[in-house]
T-cell receptor
């Protein structure tokens, strides 16, 4: 079946502009996760959604970052007033989350470049 | 937040067994340990998952001691195509009672001919 998809695959923006990154999880998966991977760095957890529950936003790096998930499916990560340090690959993952064995399946990521 | 550490890099030759260890001192009681493989410009790909003792699938084995404060990914007979970065992933049930997912620092494996 179809995997996790993300759009756009690449985004170049100017400092100070807002950007929206989209994630379409695997159909039927109730949990959705966002991570950030800066150049040459590891994976930094940002936020996760479980069903329709309110997410814990404490992992978001600043109040310029926000995320929402509509109808328990598609999610959008929004970065306002982008800064150069926001340049990174933003990865989305989804999982069944019906038990503790929630294997996360990752999308290909969106590469964000802030000039 | 918990710290999850791995060796930065490892070199191996084709056909050898490779063992990569991840330290996760603050793993949550109910959480599983998952290992992922990542190639350049791709998202991480699931390799194996376990809770305790030993798990084996068609590509790897995972060894977890009784205290679960570490885990070891074992790749038998590696090939050039196994050159990638390997990450462990565990959950951290923080003081707020919500989950944060902590990836290890990543181990860059280079397989030599």
């Amino acid at each position: 079946g179809a995997g996790v998809s993300q759009s756009p695959s690449n985004k170049v923006t100017e400092k100070g502009k807002d950007v929206e990154l989209r994630c379409d999880p695997i159909s039927g998966h109730t949990a959705l996760y966002w991570y950030r991977q800066s150049l040459g760095q590891g994976l930094e957890f940002l936020i996760y959604f479980q069903g329709n529950s309110a997410p814990d936003k404490s992992g978001l790096p600043s109040d310029r970052f926000s995320a929402e998930r509509t109808g328990g499916s598609v999610s959008t990560l929004t970065i306002q007033r982008t800064q150069q340090e926001d340049s990174a690959v933003y990865l989305c993952a989804s999982s069944h989350r019906t038990s503790w064995t929630d294997t996360q399946y990752f999308g290909p990521g969106t590469r964000l470049t802030v000039l | 937040l918990a710290k999850t550490t791995q060796p930065i890099s490892m070199d191996s030759y084709e056909g050898q067994e490779v063992n990569i260890t991840c330290s996760h001192n603050n793993i949550a009681t109910n959480d599983y340990i998952t290992w992922y493989q990542q190639f350049p410009s791709q998202g991480p790909r699931f390799i194996i998952q376990g809770y305790k003792t030993k798990v084996t699938n068609e590509v790897a084995s995972l060894f977890i001691p009784a205290d679960r404060k570490s885990s070891t990914l074992s790749l038998p007979r590696v090939s050039l195509s196994d050159t990638a970065v390997y990450y462990c992933l565990v959950g951290d049930l923080g003081t707020s009672g919500t989950y944060k997912y902590i990836f290890g620092t990543g181990t860059r494996l280079k397989v030599l001919a």
